[in-house]
C-alpha cells in the first residue's frame, strides 16, 4: 500500500465516521497540510530549475503556466479534504458544547 492510498483510507475513515475524535481530525488535518506542504516544494522547485534554464522566455512561460496548472490540480483534492475537515471539526466543537450542556 502506498502512503498516498493509505492516507485517503485514513482519511475515508475519519470523514464517515460520526463523530469523528478530535485525534484523529487533527491527524488528518496535519496530514493534508503535510500533502500541500509536499505538492507546494516540489512545484516550487520545478520553478526554480525552469528559471534557471536557457530556454527562450516563451518557453518558460508556457512550461511555467503548465506547472502552475498542474500545481492547481494537485493542491484543490487536498484543499476540499481540509475544508470537510474544517467542517467535521466545527461539528465535534458543536456536539462537544452540547454534550458538556446536558
Known amino acids: 500500500m502506498t502512503k498516498r492510498a493509505g492516507s485517503r483510507r485514513s482519511l475515508s475513515s475519519v470523514l464517515l465516521r460520526y463523530p469523528p475524535s478530535l485525534d484523529e481530525l487533527s ?26 534554464w536557457s530556454g527562450s522566455r516563451a518557453d518558460k512561460d508556457r512550461l511555467l503556466a503548465q506547472i502552475d496548472l498542474c500545481s492547481k490540480r494537485d493542491r484543490e483534492r487536498h484543499l476540499s479534504h481540509l475544508t470537510e475537515l474544517r467542517e467535521r471539526l466545527l461539528d465535534l466543537q458543536t456536539f462537544l458544547d452540547r454534550e458538556t450542556v446536558h
Open 27 to 52: 491527524a488528518a488535518i496535519q496530514s493534508e497540510l503535510a500533502a500541500l506542504a509536499n505538492i507546494d516544494a516540489f512545484y516550487q522547485s520545478k520553478r526554480y530549475c525552469l528559471e534557471s
